[in-house]
């Protein structure tokens, strides 16, 4: 069983940076590949962010990518996303997410398949 808790979301301007954080709970967190979501009011849920068990590959949506950027610190069961040249339309709620190792590979095209664990989310706010 793996919990996972997102903070650092708020309100930020266009071209701003936020760094969101998600902790997570239990002894295997090495062992799962995280990602990022996030859900814009009146949308669905889309994929941001993944990266491997190791920290050795990372994988991007088009709309985030050069922007974003995911990384991991397993011995301190940490997940990053930093957020750059933040925009109106990055406006959403954030939510860490968990999966087997080879499932985040899929997150661009398929979206949220495969995710075991999912924390409660952390709203950003770009305002123009």
């Known amino acids: 069983q793996v919990q996972l808790v997102e903070s650092g979301g708020g309100l930020v301007q266009a071209g701003g940076s936020l760094r969101l954080s998600c902790a997570a709970s239990?002894?295997?967190?090495?062992?799962?590949?995280m990602g990022w979501f996030r859900q814009a009011p009146g949308e669905k849920r889309e994929f941001a962010a993944a990266?491997?068990?190791?920290?050795?590959?990372?994988y991007y949506a088009d709309s985030v990518k050069g922007r974003f950027t995911i990384s991991r610190d397993n011995n301190k069961n940490m997940v990053y996303l930093q957020m750059n040249s933040l925009k109106p339309e990055d406006t959403a709620v954030y939510y860490c997410?968990?999966?087997?190792?080879?499932?985040?590979?899929?997150?661009?095209?398929?979206?949220?398949?495969?995710?075991?664990?999912w924390g409660k989310g952390t709203l950003v706010t770009v305002s123009s």
């Open positions: 990266i491997s068990w190791s920290g050795g590959n990372t």
């Open positions: 239990g002894r295997t967190f090495s062992s799962y590949a």
């Open positions: 997410a968990a999966a087997q190792p080879g499932v985040e590979r899929t997150w661009a095209i398929h979206g949220a398949y495969g995710v075991i664990y």
